[in-house]
């Protein structure tokens, strides 16, 4: 049976989530997030990193590569366009931005403000991040202006993704000046196979917008 590896706070709640929608069975290994401070790669799973998968030995880290594998392996369930469309594109295009456009600046205010506990000795490195992460946001609040999802009216993986994302935006004060996101994030955790995702991988605190890890 398929492992996931899955610690709360981390983005194993994205794989959690992906499997519950597809309603594909697996078995949750769960552990607790080790602080990593000037280390790497320290977690308790096969790779050192949360989220992993252990799919009959296929051994993967990182979120999104996951998510690709698990749909090519296991159906798209609606989860995703048909490759070669138009749709596929933008598809791709928010599943990406997720990661490296708008959590890359979170990263540098989670990390100076959470894990190091210095930000007030880096007052302008932690500003300059927090102005690329309103930079980053804007785009995708004008995006949710009328739509329900990145794609519309469909629900798709890229939602999946994004969530983690706005909600560790959330935890430091970021998400207020953008309405559409808090809306639309809103309706992203009231989906049941996010709810019982976050129940599942204790995550339900992490997203009434507690402190996040960023593994």
Known sequence: MLKLYSAPRTRSIRVAWLLEEMAQSYELISGEFQQTGSKFFIQSTPTGKYPTIDDDGVILMESGAITEYLLDKYGEQGLRPARGSAEHGEYLQWLHYADATAFSPLGVVVWLTVYRDDGADHPQLVE?????VGAALKPLDDRLQGRRF???????????????TLTAAATLGMLTPHPNLTAYLARLTQRPAFLAAAEKTGNLEFFAHKSPNTS
């Open 128 to 132: 300059d991040a927090r102005g690329r």
């Open 150 to 164: 990145l794609l519309g009216k469909t629900f798709s993986a890229a939602d999946i993704m994004m969530a983690f």
